[in-house]
Each structure stands twice: as C-alpha cells, then as structure tokens.
T-cell receptor, first 111, second 114 residues
Framework: KQEVTQIPAALSVPEGENLVLNCSFT??????LQWFRQDPGKGLTSLLL?????REQTSGRLNASLDKSSGRSTLYIAASQPGDSATYLC??????????FGAGTRLFVKA | NAGVTQTPKFQVLKTGQSMTLQCAQD?????MYWYRQDPGMGLRLIYY???????DKGEVPNGYNVSRLNKREFSLRLESAAPSQTSVYFC?????????????FGPGTRLTVL
C-alpha cells in the first residue's frame, strides 16, 4: 500500500531564507507527483507537477525534484516571503486514478 | 470561467440526516474526484469518476454515494450522516495533457455532524 510522508510537519523561517520541504513515498511505481499549496480555510492550488519520467520542474522561485528510485521528492523555495506562509501538500498519483496525499508541511515565514 | 465550484460552503447536520454536496466544473474535464480532509491525515479519496456515466470507489467510500449527472456535475450524498463524517470535503477535476494529470480543486464544504 502506497504511503506518503512529509517532513517536517511544521516549519518556521525568517523572510529571505531558502528552504526545502520533503516528501517520501513507499512505492516507486508512480504515475505523477504533484505539489499543492493550501491557505487556511481554502482549497488546494496546484504548484508543480512532475511526471514519472521527469527529474524536476521549476516555476518562479519554486523547484520540485523527483527521485523515484529512492522514493523522494523535494520542494525548494528560494528567497522565502511572508506570502509563502501556507500548508504545502505533496500527492502521488498512481495507476487507476488513485491519488495518495501526504499530511502536509505547515510553513510560516516571519517578516 | 469559475473553475470548480462547490455548494454549500458550510453545513451542520444531526446524526441520521441526509444531504447532497454539489460540485460543478466548467473546464470540460472528463475526470472528477471527491476527497475528505481531516486534521493530520491529509486528503483521502472517497469516490472518483473517470468519465461521464462512470464512478468508482476510492480509499474511504463507506457511508457515501455519488452521481455523475453529466460531464459538468459530480455530487456526493450522505444517506445517514454520522459524527465520523465531520470533515472538509473537496471536489476536484482533472486535466489530462501529455500524460500529466493536473488536479484543480474547489473551495471545499465544511460539514459538521452532531
């Protein structure tokens, strides 16, 4: 059974710091991996999607990497800002339309 | 272009009552999902619909039924609500492009069962 773990559960950093969020999964037979952002009381917003054949994706200050063999993905946020404060979720998409989410990392960026 | 809309935004039910959560998307996507989100557990898939007229069980389907009314609409029904169904419910539709399935989420329905 696929399990997705995100570490740390919460993170507080000063503004301007570069940071890395981690996501690990137990079964390397994945279709895609997607990173989301969730603001309090809101739905999820897609940040980056990495297909199983890809190693990384970039969007602005965000860079996501994927290492299927080790069951790991990282989300790198450069020059963090207070507006980046949110919960970040990773989701593994397996065959058969199944999506398994991690519990998320709650990020707080201090001004 | 509203994306994915959900109604209602909030609902309080008594144990044993029934209700239907509505979801609609205007992006012409074939696939739609229903999730529930509980503290510390991430999102769990309840049911999904790969295309109009088809539905399948996800990870936690017990106590729920779904209807894919047409391509736009996918509803979730609780026939006899239980306190364990207190949660935030999210609907998502999926854009498939070149092997990449990107999920777009609605704003959620916050349900409390007393």
């Amino acid at each position: 059974k696929q399990e997705v773990t995100q570490i740390p559960a919460a993170l507080s950093v000063p503004e301007g710091e570069n940071l890395v969020l981690n996501c690990s999964f137990t079964d390397s037979a994945i279709y895609n991996l997607q990173w989301f952002r969730q603001d309090p009381g809101k739905g999820l917003t897609s940040l980056l999607l990495i297909q199983s054949s890809q190693r990384e994706q970039t969007s602005g200050r965000l860079n996501a990497s994927l290492d299927k063999s080790s069951g790991r993905s990282t989300l790198y946020i450069a020059a963090s800002q207070p507006g980046d404060s949110a919960t970040y979720l990773c989701a593994v998409i397996t065959g058969g339309f199944k999506t398994i989410f991690g519990a998320g990392t709650r990020l707080f960026v201090k001004a | 272009n509203a994306g994915v809309t959900q109604t209602p935004k909030f609902q309080v039910l008594k144990t044993g009552q029934s209700m239907t959560l509505q979801c609609a998307q205007d992006m012409n996507h074939n696939s739609m999902y229903w999730y529930r989100q509980d503290p510390g557990m991430g999102l769990r898939l309840i049911y999904y619909s790969a295309s109009e007229g088809t539905t399948d069980k996800g990870e936690v389907p017990n106590g729920y039924n779904v209807s894919r009314l047409n391509k736009r609409e996918f509803s979730l029904r609780l026939e006899s609500a239980a306190p364990s169904q207190t949660s935030v419910y999210f609907c998502a539709s999926i854009r498939t492009s070149g092997g990449a399935d990107t999920q777009y989420f609605g704003p959620g329905t916050r349900l409390t069962v007393l």
